[in-house]
Each structure stands twice: as structure tokens, then as C-alpha cells.
T-cell receptor, first 113, second 115 residues
Framework: AQSVAQPEDQVNVAEGNPLTVKCTYS??????LFWYVQYPNRGLQFLLK??????LVKGSYGFEAEFNKSQTSFHLKKPSALVSDSALYFC???????????FGKGTRLSVIA | ETGVTQTPRHLVMGMTNKKSLKCEQH?????MYWYKQSAKKPLELMFV???????ENNSVPSRFSPECPNSSHLFLHLHTLQPEDSALYLC??????????????FGEGSRLTVL
């Protein structure tokens, strides 16, 4: 069975500093990995995904994520955080085949001015 | 702007009421989903519809009854709910569930409170 772990409930970072939101996964085959963001009172918005190829994936709003197969991780990163990045971030994974997307419990990012 | 619209955005109901949540997608997708989001818990997949046919029912209690009359519309009928059913209910769509690389597109959710 596939699963996702987001070990941090909350991440605090100062504006202008780099940020990292952690995600590890477990699948039986090759993973398809996704990051979503949820702003207050809104639905989830797609940020980026890893399917195959380059381990560093670039997405919306200056975010990127690095796929690390040996560590089964897909951490979300941004070189310089903005206050407007404050939101709830979800990592998700899907195994090959017709399986539903499985989400982590989310990490709340707070960027302080 | 989201291509997935959910109504109502907020709903308060008693345990004996019957109500429905509605979702409409304008993206030409063939698959639609209901998710339940509770505080500090992973998103819970409830139902999946592919080309109007239900392909997944994730052990959801029968007090939740989905309906998918066509590929653009999805309903969640609610009756005799419990207070623990209070949550944000999210609708999503994708091109098709078997497309492994395809991302989901979410609506803004319906916040349900059961008194």
C-alpha cells in the first residue's frame, strides 16, 4: 500500500529565508509525487509533480521539489520565502496503475515578516 | 479561478436533516472525486467516479450517498449525519483516474457543520 508522511505539523520561517517542507513516501513501484497548497478557506491548488526524469522539479510561485529515491523523499523548497507563502501544504503520492492519489496530513507553513 | 465549482460553500444542518452538496467541473474531465478534510488528518478519499460510473467507495457510511448524473456534475446527498461528520468536503476532477501522471483539480470546498 502507498503512504505519505509529512513529519512536521508546522514550519516557521522568516521572510527572505529559504524554506523546506518535508515529505517521505512509501510505494511498491515507481512513485508519482505531487505537492499541493491550500490557502485559508480555499481548495487545494496544484504546485508541482514528479513523474520521471530530472530529480529537481520546478513548479508554481517559485517552488521546487527534489526527488530522492534512496531516501524516498520529495521535499518542497523555495530559496526565499514570502509572507504570502503562508498556507497549508500537502504532499501526495500515487503508485503505478489505477490507484487513487494518497495525501499526507499537511504541513502548515508560517512565514514571518 | 478554479474550474471546479462547489455549492454551497457553507452548510449547517441538524442530524435529522437531508441536504445535498453540489459540484460542477468545467474542465472537460472524465473523473470526479469526493474528499473529506478534517483538522490534522490526511485527506480522506470518499468516492471516485469515472465516466459517471462509481469506481471507488472507500468504506464510506451509507448516510453519505453520491450521485453522478454526467461527467460534469457530482452530488453528495447527506442524511442523518453525526456531529463527527462536520468537515470540509472537497470535490476534485481529473482527466481520468487511470492517468497516473495527472493531477487533481479541486473546488474550494463545502464547509459542513452538523449540530
Amino acid at each position: 500500500a502507498q503512504s505519505v508522511a509529512q513529519p512536521e505539523d508546522q514550519v516557521n520561517v522568516a521572510e527572505g529565508n529559504p524554506l523546506t517542507v518535508k515529505c517521505t513516501y512509501s510505494v511498491s513501484g515507481n512513485p508519482y509525487l505531487f505537492w499541493y497548497v491550500q490557502y485559508p478557506n480555499r481548495g487545494l491548488q496544484f504546485l508541482l509533480k514528479y513523474i520521471t526524469g530530472d530529480n529537481l522539479v520546478k513548479g508554481s510561485y517559485g517552488f521546487e521539489a527534489e526527488f530522492n529515491k534512496s531516501q524516498t523523499s520529495f521535499h518542497l523548497k523555495k530559496p526565499s520565502a514570502l509572507v504570502s507563502d503562508s498556507a497549508l501544504y500537502f504532499c501526495a503520492v500515487r503508485d503505478k496503475g489505477n490507484t487513487p492519489l494518497v495525501f499526507g496530513k499537511g504541513t502548515r507553513l508560517s512565514v514571518i515578516a | 479561478e478554479t474550474g471546479v465549482t462547489q455549492t454551497p460553500r457553507h452548510l449547517v444542518m441538524g442530524m435529522t436533516n437531508k441536504k445535498s452538496l453540489k459540484c460542477e467541473q468545467h474542465l472537460g474531465h472524465n473523473a470526479m472525486y469526493w474528499y473529506k478534510q478534517s483538522a490534522k488528518k490526511p485527506l480522506e478519499l470518499m468516492f471516485v467516479y469515472n465516466f459517471k460510473e462509481q469506481t471507488e467507495n472507500n468504506s464510506v457510511p451509507s448516510r453519505f450517498s453520491p450521485e453522478c448524473p454526467n461527467s460534469s456534475h457530482l452530488f453528495l446527498h447527506l442524511h442523518t449525519l453525526q456531529p463527527e461528520d462536520s468537515a470540509l468536503y472537497l470535490c476534485a476532477s481529473s482527466q481520468e483516474p487511470g492517468l497516473e501522471s495527472g493531477e487533481l483539480f479541486f473546488g474550494e470546498g463545502s464547509r459542513l457543520t452538523v449540530l
